[in-house]
């Protein structure tokens, strides 16, 4: 098993930053990637931001492009997520996501991040 535990989340103004912080502990071998994705009232959960723990290769969602950036500690098995620019529409719970071969994906409980003034 794996467990993820996010932190960071909280009531932001527009255009401020917010930093969120993902740890995953347990059975971590063979995790290949860690991701960010949330879920907003009424809507699917969306990928927002995943990074690869060997190459450190990063996607994102085009919505977030330019504002968000994932970053990795590899020694501390974390992951961040820092958000500048922030917009009302990134108002979500933002979930922390561990892929790991041959498991699937375990996720945190997540963390509410609300922009509004």
């Known amino acids: 098993q794996v467990q993820v535990v996010e932190s960071g989340g909280g009531l932001v103004q527009p255009g401020g930053s917010l930093r969120l912080s993902c740890a995953a502990s347990?059975?971590?071998?063979?995790?290949?990637?860690m991701g960010w994705y949330r879920q907003a009232p009424g809507k699917q959960r969306e990928l927002v931001a995943r990074?690869?723990?060997?190459?450190?290769?990063?996607n994102y969602a085009d919505s977030v492009k330019g504002r968000f950036t994932i970053s990795r500690d590899n020694a501390k098995n974390t992951v961040y997520l820092q958000m500048n620019s922030l917009k009302p529409e990134d108002t979500a719970v933002y979930y922390c996501?561990?892929?790991?071969?041959?498991?699937?994906?375990?996720w945190g409980q997540g963390t509410q991040v609300t922009v509004s003034s």
């Open positions: 347990g059975s971590i071998f063979s995790i290949w990637a």
């Open positions: 990074i690869t723990s060997g190459g450190g290769v990063t």
């Open positions: 996501s561990a892929h790991r071969q041959g498991t699937g994906i375990y």
